[in-house]
């Protein structure tokens, strides 16, 4: 096959995406790379926009799905039960939730990170008898209406094609400034009963937005939403779906704030291999669905079951997140030298844990970084508002060596575009 792009711009909805960020037909991967149809080896430090924690083709959970399917095992299953499924929910709870002392249901709600947060949000209005959620400025929570009445982005919300209701947005963490708490804005429209805020059924965030620009909470500020929460009976929904499993540093993005939500959204690389696989974790009492009140087809993906189990695996071994935590400390390093190096960018460092970037206030320049990157054989991506930031995501257990080689690649792209843009206003 040759690397003809004719196919897709003839037969394939202009919606499409990264394949206009990435030019080229990918034929094979395997850990952090992937080859193109020219058999040209790129570095990915995108990791399916954090679906490949684990990287392409995992050889332990590859071994496991082949096993499963030629001994065929269960495929589909709405949400019956299953070996596969028992595996599963006996491996999150030995390995993941005992251990930090967490108790949640699992519901499997269907296979994608939209459907994970519908869940979230339609139990907490279940369970409170309350219609409002509120979320925050720049956050993502999916694309279909009710996951995207929360999300802050206004490209996304006006393809809705109608009014999106039901949500409130206040300030993220320092949205305005760092010298002003927003929560003691949002906690003031709650206790004033003019303020015209009703107490709503829900708070949802993620801890650090992904696709908002690599927005950080601190810790304490994600205590004091707890604790706000807690006193006006609000359901805490934190989306994880792509901060979690690892990407932040530890399984949960919230585990280092000592905090303990109603609700969580996980997907992406909660399956591992990057099987279609989502699942609500819901604290016991709030667990009040009746029987078939929640559905989907695809909600039993059997094949992620077993995958997802395997990827557990990982976590059994105290080492593999300190690993996360060195490399993560490897490219704060990188990024903090780049800035250092390179004023002319005006740029900062954003994010914690292997999801972090640089904003440039110079427009377009961070995503002229991530197009100069693709040409030298590295996929990276640009988040915010206006595609301010470009971001690195790489697998969480990349070879060393590696994050070095990615390293020289987007250092090279960086001083590419300095010295254009230099040239540009000299």
């Known amino acids: 096959m040759n690397n003809d792009l004719k ?3 003839e037969l394939e909805s202009e919606v499409r995406s990264y394949c206009r960020s990435f030019p080229t037909i990918f034929t094979k991967a395997k850990g952090y790379k992937m080859w193109d149809v020219d058999n040209k080896e790129y570095l990915d430090f995108f990791s399916g926009a954090g679906a490949l924690n684990y990287g392409h083709n995992d050889p332990n959970m590859k071994e496991k799905l082949i096993e499963y399917i030629t001994h065929d095992g269960i495929t589909h299953s709405l949400d019956m039960a299953s070996t596969a499924k028992a595996d599963f929910l006996n491996k999150l709870n030995d390995v993941i939730l005992k251990p930090r002392d967490l108790e949640y249901k699992v519901m499997f709600p269907g296979p994608t990170g939209t459907n994970t947060v519908e869940s979230a949000l339609k139990l907490a209005r279940k369970v409170t008898k309350r219609t409002e959620v509120v979320s925050f400025t720049n ?5 279909t209406i009710g996951a995207l009445s929360v999300t802050g982005n206004s490209f996304k919300r006006k393809g809705a094609g109608i009014p999106l209701h039901n949500a409130i947005t206040m300030p993220y963490d320092n949205y305005i400034d760092e010298n002003l708490d927003t929560l003691d804005y949002f906690e003031r429209y709650l206790e004033d009963g003019g303020s015209g805020v009703e107490i709503p059924a829900a708070v949802i965030l993620e801890t650090v937005q992904g696709e908002g620009g690599l ?6 500020w994600l205590k004091k939403l707890e604790s706000i929460c807690n006193r006006f009976d609000i359901f805490l929904i934190i989306d994880d779906v792509q901060a979690g499993v690892g990407r932040t540093g530890t399984f949960f993005s919230f585990e280092p704030a000592g905090i303990k939500p109603d609700v969580v959204c996980l997907s992406k690389s909660i399956g591992g291999y990057g099987l279609p696989f989502a699942i609500t974790l819901i604290k016991p009492e709030h667990d009040i669905w009746a029987p078939g009140e929640h559905n989907g087809t695809f909600r039993g993906n059997n094949m992620a079951f077993v995958t997802a189990t395997e990827a557990l695996r990982y976590w059994e071994d105290p080492s593999f997140e300190e690993g996360i935590k060195k490399r993560a400390d490897k490219i704060t390093t990188f990024l903090d030298g780049l800035i250092e190096k390179y004023p002319e960018m005006n ?3 954003k994010g914690r844990g292997i999801m972090q970037g640089i904003s440039s206030d110079i427009e377009g320049f961070s995503e002229k970084v991530a197009e100069l990157a693709f040409e030298q054989g590295l996929i990276m991506e640009t988040a915010g508002a206006d595609d301010e930031v470009f971001k690195l995501f ?6 060393m060596e590696a994050l070095e080689q990615g390293f020289k690649k987007i250092e090279a ?7 254009e843009k230099e040239l540009v206003t000299s």
């Open 7 to 9: 196919v897709f711009d």
């Open 139 to 143: 956050g993502f929570h999916g694309m």
């Open 215 to 220: 927005n950080t909470a601190r810790f304490e």
């Open 347 to 349: 740029g900062y460092r």
């Open 394 to 399: 790489p697998p969480i257990n990349i070879e």
């Open 413 to 419: 792209a960086v001083e590419a575009v300095a010295k």
